[in-house]
């Protein structure tokens, strides 16, 4: 059975905290695009240059270049029972591309998670956030502290700041936010998709709402 869940929200609301949970507990692989931008950059190759350029402004990457990534990354066997989807879609012509991929082998999107919280929460997470360089395993240094100062509790590798967490970067990415991302809340609440999560809650009361609304929602898409 093809299950595919689709986490909204805005930056630092704890997409990819609660993305890495749901993927583990249904073993599905967690696609980020922001990821998967990540480590293209740090190859440097061509893609990660073009990413590079807007990610560093708090831009979105063009539609036509993150679609194609999508594309090529549900063709990965890992894929093959569906996915937690991360950032992805981030407008509604990425939404519509998606929608039409999925058609495409028989899918279609099972469930949006919209996780909320107030523009000084996410200013607050992002500023204190760290990342695992090997598999971006999130950590905070005060909500989700590591138990050594730098490292990963998971896989031992260092632990960085995003450079697109720099505040005034921040601010950039909650307006394009606001403006390109959120018309997808009224896009998924007319098909009837979309669940409301309070973000606000520390870390394991919000995966406590998300593994309950996660557990209703798929036993009555699936049927
Ligand atoms: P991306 O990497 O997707 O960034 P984002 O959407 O801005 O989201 P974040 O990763 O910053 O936050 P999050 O919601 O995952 O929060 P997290 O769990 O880490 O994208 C980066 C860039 O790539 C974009 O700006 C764009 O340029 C480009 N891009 C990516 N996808 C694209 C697309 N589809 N189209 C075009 N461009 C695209 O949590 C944050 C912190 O808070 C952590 O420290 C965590 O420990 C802590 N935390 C989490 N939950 C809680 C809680 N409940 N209480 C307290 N602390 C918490």
């Known amino acids: ?7 909204l929200g805005p930056p630092g609301v704890g997409k990819g905290t609660q993305s890495k949970f749901i993927a583990s507990e249904l073993s599905l692989p967690h696609i980020s695009t922001g990821d998967i931008f990540r480590a293209n950059i740090k190859q440097g190759n061509e893609l990660g240059k073009l990413a590079d350029s807007f ?4 831009q979105l990457v063009p539609d036509d270049v993150t679609i194609a990534l999508l594309r090529e990354r ?7 029972n569906g996915a ?4 992805f879609p981030r407008t509604p012509a990425q939404a519509d591309a998606l929608q039409i991929l999925l058609n495409s082998f028989g899918g279609k999107v099972n469930l949006v998670l919209f996780i ?8 607050e997470r992002l500023a204190g956030r760290w990342s695992c360089r090997a598999q971006g395993h999130i950590f905070h240094e005060r909500f989700n502290p590591p ?8 896989d031992g590798s260092e632990l960085y700041q995003r450079d697109d967490d720099k505040a005034e970067t ?21 098909r009837r998709l979309l669940i409301e999560i309070n973000g606000i809650e ?4 919000v995966s406590m709402q998300v593994r309950s609304v996660v557990k209703k929602a798929l036993s009555s898409s699936h049927g």
Do not use: H, W
């Not at 059975?1 to 986490?7: A, E, G, K, N």
């Not at 138990?147 to 998971?154: L, M, P, S, Y």
């Not at 921040?170 to 007319?190: D, G, S």
């Not at 520390?202 to 009361?205: L, N, Q, V, Y």
């Open 1 to 7: 059975m093809l299950t595919y869940i689709v986490l």
């Open 55 to 58: 990610i560093s402004k708090g």
């Open 74 to 80: 549900f063709t990965q066997p890992d894929c093959k």
């Open 84 to 87: 937690i989807l991360d950032g």
């Open 116 to 123: 909320t919280a107030p523009t000084e929460s996410l200013i």
């Open 147 to 154: 138990k050594v100062k730098g490292i990963c509790d998971i």
């Open 170 to 190: 921040v601010l950039n990415r909650i307006q394009i936010y606001k403006k390109q991302t959120a018309p997808l809340i009224e896009y998924y609440t007319e």
């Open 202 to 205: 520390p870390i394991e009361s």
